[in-house]
Nanobody, 121 residues
Framework: QVQLEVSGGGLVQAGGSLRLSCSAS????????LGWFRQFPGKEREFVAT??????EAFYADAVKNRFIISREKDTSYLQMNRLQVDDTAVYIC????????????????WGQGTRVTVSA
């Protein structure tokens, strides 16, 4: 079992930055690939970024590439979000999978609660 706790959302102006954290408890975080997804109202959860288990390879959705950075340190994953845009407004959720890495939500076994990110114009 892995429990994930997400924090760091909030309100920011376009062009600003936020850092989200996903803290894990239970099994060692190094056993899991971690991913960040986001959900817009009435839409499916969509992939944002993922970092592989053990090797730390990072992959990003095209919409956030070169703006967002995913990292992991001990039992916490971070999503540094830079140059935020109004279209980034969503609920952000982190997940854990025992696959090497996964960009699809069906590949994840555990989810944290969401944190809302609102970007104002």
């Amino acid at each position: 079992q892995v429990q994930l706790e997400v924090s760091g959302g909030g309100l920011v102006q376009a062009g600003g930055s936020l850092r989200l954290s996903c803290s894990a408890s239970g099994r060692a975080l190094s056993d899991w690939a971690l991913g960040w997804f986001r959900q817009f109202p009435g839409k499916e959860r969509e992939f944002v970024a993922t970092i592989s288990r053990r090797t730390g390879e990072a992959f990003y959705a095209d919409a956030v590439k070169n703006r967002f950075i995913i990292s992991r340190e001990k039992d916490t994953s971070y999503l540094q979000m830079n140059r935020l845009q109004v279209d980034d407004t969503a609920v952000y959720i982190c997940g854990a999978t025992n696959a090497h890495v996964s960009k699809i939500k069906e590949g994840y076994h555990y989810w944290g609660q969401g944190t809302r990110v609102t970007v104002s114009a």
